[in-house]
């Protein structure tokens, strides 16, 4: 009797023990180490495997913030692997750890993770220069300078002009030098007179900095000078002239001027020595060739 009872107790206690026992897991990843863009593949075993049951799979971060959750069913032989996550710029960088719990078992890797540094803000200083005043058939150029703290900063720059009633017009931009770019536009030749506004708008996007700027400048279109303002320009001119002469002539009147002819007659003796010079060298060859 007491053989049967121990006998039983022990095929009782049994299936409790299978119950009641943890499964043997393993986890892994396919790299130690990981970047922006790339993919977390995990892998692992379990055993036993129990039909209907999946392996839980928690990415955490550094700080042990959950960042991803994964439900992974095994294979019949117990393996299992899976594409769990791609990461991103702005995932933080350090150690992460990844857990896969199975029926009671359980199992941790880590890996590491290189993010992007965070781009620091900035404004981008937009000057823009131009000619005052232009007729109809000029080119307009216009020079746009971009730059942050005092230093010169390549950016995307982008510029159009604009008058008061008439369509925007866009500019083509060139790069001249680090930070400064050439937007030019030969106007029509029946271009409207008035004032012009040109307006260049700057971005800067790269692994340190991003940021955005607008500069503004404006410039006058003149209508062409017409026959009667070249007329009333020589007029005026003809005056100018007429009232110099008239100054001149009251300032002789006032103080007489008295000039000195004595450089006059300097040069008029210079002359008449040259003259004789030049007879008597003439006698003095004809004298020689008669010899």
């Known amino acids: 009797m007491v053989t049967m009872a121990v006998l039983l107790l022990a095929v009782l206690a049994s299936p409790l023990a299978l119950v009641n026992a943890a499964a043997t897991v393993t986890v892994s990843t396919d790299k130690t180490s990981y970047s922006p863009g790339q993919i977390l593949k995990v892998s692992g075993t379990v055993s036993p495997v129990t039909a209907g049951f999946a392996i839980a799979v928690i990415v955490g971060g550094p700080t042990g913030q959950q960042i991803a959750l994964d439900q992974i069913t095994p294979n019949a032989d117990g393996s299992y692997s899976d594409n769990v996550l791609t990461f991103a710029p702005g995932n933080p960088s350090g150690t992460w750890t990844v857990t896969a719990n199975y029926q009671g078992g359980s199992a941790v890797t880590t890996f590491t993770f290189a993010g992007v540094p965070p781009r620091t803000s900035i404004t981008v200083g937009v000057e823009v220069s131009t000619g005052r005043i232009y007729a109809a058939g000029d080119t307009v150029e216009c020079y746009i300078l971009t730059g942050n703290s005092g230093k010169a900063l390549d950016a995307n720059v982008t510029a159009w002009m604009y008058k008061t009633g008439q369509s925007v017009t866009t500019l083509p931009v060139v790069k001249?030098?680090?930070?400064?770019?050439?937007?030019?536009?030969?106007?029509?030749?029946n271009a409207t007179s008035g004032t012009?506004?040109?307006?260049?708008?700057?971005?800067?996007?790269?692994?340190?900095?991003?940021?955005?700027?607008?500069?503004?400048?404006?410039?006058q279109?003149?209508?062409p000078p017409t026959l009667s303002d070249i007329n009333k320009g020589i007029q005026g001119l003809q005056t100018g002239v007429s009232t110099a002469q008239s100054g001149i002539s009251a300032i002789q009147k006032n103080f007489p001027v008295t000039v000195d002819i004595s450089p006059i007659w300097i040069a008029v003796?210079?002359?008449l020595i040259a003259c004789i010079a030049a007879v008597v060298t003439t006698i003095t060859v004809q004298r020689k060739i008669a010899s």
């Open 196 to 219: 012009y506004t040109v307006v260049a708008n700057a971005s800067v996007l790269t692994s340190l900095y991003m940021g955005s700027g607008v500069g503004i400048a404006s410039f």
């Open 269 to 271: 003796v210079l002359s």
């Open 221 to 223: 279109v003149s209508p």
């Open 176 to 189: 001249v030098a680090t930070g400064l770019s050439r937007a030019s536009m030969t106007l029509s030749a």
